[in-house]
């Protein structure tokens, strides 16, 4: 039976910087020399951690201070503890377990070097079988940032580009890539004990990982259950144990015995039962979940699992290219969420109870997907039993991102193909596992952005071998996906026609801010990467800004503040943040109070994420997918892409994006000459109701007002009317706008949406259009005789507002669940128009 103790709890730490000495000579001696600086560290926990409770740092979330942190990178970090062996730990087979050790690793035991690791995504096992004291023992552990064993090494590599890579050289070390500083979070490497660190022992075969698969049939009719199992034996004789396996909810078990010979040895046995439970994502249906007892080496281990399968449709596309649609259990699901990104500064804080809000949160928006970025880290047990348990599917990439990787190192490869097999099989038995995907970027990145790099083509075997392997090795049931974006049949990994994509041109590369119009055009198959900059909340904007900097463009605004929102990188001037609010009210963002800009900055932001999700869901499935960038922040920022802040505050584009991935959307677009309204049903049966849709005037009353009984098809998008774009124009578009509403057979409306052919500045919008409300039994109905652009009932991201940042059309009630009291309009669209607008 495998025991265990923890070495969790107080370590003393010091640190050196390498001059004139050995640090590993000086600090791995047993006794350490009296006076030496020492200070009480946590363990586990980030050394900056450890130095903000020593008073020696201050919190990196506030103001300028994570520039006061980079010293920390730059240093060695020795910790230093003694602990007592059990008997059958100096006897028996015994491992140290390091979860996670921050980055590169050299480790002592009782003077002795026992092990150098150079990988933080993923735990580091050590036998010392045959090294333990009774009483003791002392564990010495030197890590680094990785900047000191790599400093002689290439960068990132990319001469069109230079940036901070160069000098961290993060594409050789196999850490959190966005630790490096990326558009959307600063330069503040990671570095300590951060994961739980325990002895594990057992007087005969000490058991290790284990993992779990589940394969179901191609006719859903049956599935395989496999086991494998990791034993370790450290005696020179052949030891025996058992494997068992018991499904709680039918009884089905096995069991086998094996020979353990000296070292380590994979045991492996499957059990088949008929006629599965599936598991769905949400919408499709239930998320049923089995639990496994897996007896092994005398001890117990629990696994939860779901039995369904994910192919992806890459048929030819009757028009052009390829489709790309993920299908679960052989129905296609058009996939809605966002990408998440590591969810704090100290990444490995970020517990079980946040990464459930977290998903949570992705459940309130409607999402069924979310994408795990490759610049974060490897999604915890935690995080992925949510997400089975919610029914959110899981597109994860590998830790590679934007950088030249050394795939000519065999060391490199090693390491990876090591970290590979670990966390495919630790996390195989997730039905929410939907894709392992190779990287982002990389393949785009050889295209475009390394034309003239000496390595070449150097990493390209190991997404498009070495991975692919490792998964249809280990986990044939999860789709591979070399690289995102990417693209088959040799055209470019972009290619909006076939594969993935990451539509970043209407963001980034239009001139003068975001013209979030261009969307509409957009055919891309399954794009799961772009995004649309927007401000925090204002009470989290004040909880990380001093006073005496609560304005706009202050130092630590800069500080916080996204790349491409300060700077347009493509065509220079003003960044895309401030610039789209000049493009699309006339005002002078640099001019607005801090509450203004994050008014009118997060208003614009909703315009452009719905822009984008309603454009590909009317489009399902030629486009199969509507995933943003990105969906949480990493820390606190004045601008972001993400819909709710570093505090989880709803940013004001949540609930617009909420309601553009609803079950049910109605989409109006212009096309050629017609005006065209689509109904969306994602739902398994064919939805009835009514379809209201006409041309409105912004200063008030209807120009065009329509009602037909609709039926929405299930599992797909149609057109339900249309009229001729003459009649609208001949309304005027300066004056007139075109909306569409869906009710149920109660009245109740299901969905609505709005299409303008102007920018706000430029049509006759009024600036203070009154509003109504009445409040009766926990129902809010409001109404305007004029047009209310972005009707805001909070701007401090309340989690129990029930929706917010809505449009009124004049003259038609809108009404919604409101549990509270009767709340005020604290802000619009219409107040960041007109000519006193900036007074």
Not at 61 to 75: P, Q, T
Not at 134 to 154: K, Q, R, W
Not at 678 to 685: E, F, K, R
Request: net charge negative; hydrophobic share 35%.
């Amino acid at each position: 039976m495998k025991n265990v103790l923890s070495l969790n709890g107080t370590w003393t730490l010091t640190y050196a910087e390498g001059n004139h000495i050995s640090v590993y000579e000086e600090f791995s001696q047993l006794e350490p020399a009296a006076g030496r600086r020492l200070m009480e560290a946590d363990v586990p926990s980030p050394i900056h951690r450890v130095l903000e409770k020593n008073g020696l740092l201050d919190d990196p979330n506030f103001a300028g201070n994570s520039l006061k942190a980079r010293w920390v990178e730059e240093c060695f970090w020795i910790y230093r503890r003694t602990f007592d062996a059990p008997a059958e730990a100096v006897s028996g087979t015994a491992h140290l377990f390091f979860e996670r050790l921050e980055t590169i690793a050299r480790i002592w035991l009782n003077g002795e070097e026992i092990a150098v690791t150079e990988n933080s995504l993923y735990p580091a096992r050590v036998d010392v079988s045959g090294k333990l004291k009774p009483c003791g023992n002392t564990l010495v552990i030197v890590l680094e940032s990785g900047m000191f064993a790599y400093s002689d090494h290439y960068g990132k590599y990319n001469p069109a580009a230079p940036d901070i890579a160069w000098m961290t050289k993060r594409n050789w070390l196999r850490k959190p890539q966005y630790q490096s500083g990326w558009d959307w979070h600063p330069r503040l490497q990671n570095i300590g004990i951060l994961g739980n660190v325990s002895l594990e022992y057992d007087p005969d075969v000490l058991a290790g990982l284990v993992s779990l698969s589940a394969l179901v049939s191609d006719d859903l009719k049956s599935v395989r259950i496999k086991v494998s199992a990791d034993a370790w034996n450290s005696r020179d004789e052949v030891r025996h144990t058992t494997l068992g396996v018991t499904i709680r909810e039918n009884g089905k078990n096995i069991r086998q015995d094996f020979l353990i010979p000296s070292g380590k040895t994979v045991c492996e046995i499957s059990l088949d039962f008929e006629n599965p439970r599936l598991w769905w994502p949400r919408g499709c249906g239930e998320p049923y979940l089995y639990t496994a007892d897996i007896e092994f080496a005398g001890t117990t281990f629990t696994r939860t699992f779901g039995v369904r399968k994910i192919t992806v449709d890459q048929s030819p596309h009757p028009e052009t290219g390829r489709y790309f649609i993920l299908c679960v259990n052989d129905r296609p699901v058009f996939c809605k969420g966002g990408n998440l990104v590591p969810a704090d500064i100290y990444y490995s804080e970020v517990d079980d109870c946040r990464y459930g809000e977290l998903v949570d949160i992705a459940v309130e928006a409607n999402f069924n997907l979310l994408r795990i970025w490759g610049g974060g880290v490897y999604m915890p047990e935690g995080f992925c039993r949510a997400c089975d348990q919610a029914g959110i599917l899981i597109w994860h990439d590998f830790v590679f991102a934007c950088a030249k990787y050394p795939g000519e190192d065999p060391a490199f490869v090693k390491n990876v193909c090591a970290e590979a097999e670990y966390v495919v099989r630790a996390l195989n038995h997730h039905p929410s596992m939907a894709v392992w995907c190779g990287n982002n970027e990389l393949d785009l990145g050889n295209w475009d952005w390394y034309p003239a790099s000496r390595t070449g083509w150097n990493d390209h075997a190991i997404f498009h071998h070495y991975l692919k392997n490792i998964v249809r090795k280990h986990a044939p049931q999860i789709f591979y996906w070399a690289s995102s974006p990417l693209s088959p049949d040799g055209k470019h990994p972009n290619d909006p026609t076939c594969g993935d994509q990451h539509p970043w041109k209407v963001a980034l590369e239009t001139q003068g801010g975001t013209d979030f119009r261009q969307y509409r055009e957009h055919i891309d198959r399954f794009p799961n990467e772009g995004g649309v900059l927007g401000a925090s909340t204002i009470p989290t904007l004040k909880e990380f800004l001093p006073e005496n900097e609560r304005f706009v463009r202050s130092f630590s605004w800069d500080h916080h503040d996204n790349t491409f929102a300060r700077r347009d990188t493509v065509y220079g001037g003003l960044g895309h943040g401030y610039a789209t609010v000049t493009l699309w009210t006339g005002k002078d963002a640099l001019k607005m109070s801090l509450e203004e800009y994050a008014v009118v900055s997060g208003i614009l932001q909703a315009e452009g994420l719905e822009e984008y999700v309603y454009n590909y869901r009317r489009r399902m499935y030629s486009s199969a997918a509507a995933i943003f960038w990105m969906f949480n922040d990493s820390w606190p920022t004045t601008n972001s892409w993400a819909i709710i802040d570093y505090r989880r505050r709803r940013k004001l584009a949540f609930h617009p994006v909420r309601r553009a991935f609803a079950e049910k959307a109605v989409v109006a677009t212009l096309q050629g000459n017609d005006v065209v309204i689509y109904g969306v049903n994602d739902s398994s049966g064919t939805w009835q109701g009514t379809l209201r849709y006409g041309i409105f005037r912004v200063s008030g009353g209807l120009a065009q007002d329509r009602r037909i009984r609709v039926d929405l098809a299930a599992n797909s998008s149609s057109e339900i009317a249309r009229f001729s774009r003459s009649e609208w124009e001949t309304a005027g578009f300066r004056q007139n706008g075109v909306f569409a509403i869906l009710y149920d057979g109660q009245g109740e409306e299901i969905a609505c949406h709005r299409l303008l052919a102007e920018r706000f500045k430029d049509m006759d919008i009024p600036v203070s259009p009154e509003v109504k409300m009445t409040l009766k039994d926990g129902r809010l109905t409001l109404v305007s005789d004029q047009f209310v652009w972005k009707c805001c009932l909070d701007t401090d991201g309340r989690s129990d507002v029930p929706d917010n940042a809505f449009d009124l059309f004049p003259g038609i009630s809108k009404t919604i669940r409101w549990p509270g009291q009767m709340p005020t309009v604290c802000a619009m669209g219409n107040h960041f128009l007109g000519a006193n607008a900036d007074d």
